[in-house]
């Protein structure tokens, strides 16, 4: 059985910092990439980072220079570090892993940024 499980997530003041992680198990193929989602109260799901098994990265916009992702291909890991977090951060963060044939979702992690 295919499961993503995050962790890291919590609550944090505006302009502090958390590092999520997820590990993916029960995957039998090579990964070809990982990443990380979130969605806010009353909206749509949207790409934070993603990540090849080739290292390659793509950010969303919003969060460029203040996201960084890695990934450990052997492992099946990805992490999130997030720098000077605003409180539009605050959003259920999905880990998601995909192969050639599925893509896979872990069930979110909460990280909300408030003072």
């Known amino acids: 059985q295919v499961q993503l499980v995050e962790s890291g997530g919590g609550l944090v003041q505006p302009g502090g910092s958390l590092r999520l992680s997820c590990v993916a198990s029960g995957i039998i193929f090579r990964l070809n990439g990982m990443g990380w989602y979130r969605q806010a109260p009353g909206k749509q799901r949207e790409m934070v980072a993603t990540?090849?098994?080739?290292?390659?990265?793509n950010y969303a916009d919003s969060v460029k220079d203040r996201f960084t992702i890695s990934s450990d291909n052997a492992k099946k890991t990805t992490d999130l570090q997030i720098n000077s977090l605003k409180p539009e951060d605050t959003a259920v963060y999905y880990c998601?892993?995909?192969?050639?044939?599925?893509?896979?979702w872990g069930q979110g992690i909460q990280v909300t940024v408030s003072s």
């Open positions: 990540i090849t098994n080739r290292g390659t990265t």
């Open positions: 998601n892993a995909y192969d050639s044939w599925s893509n896979y």
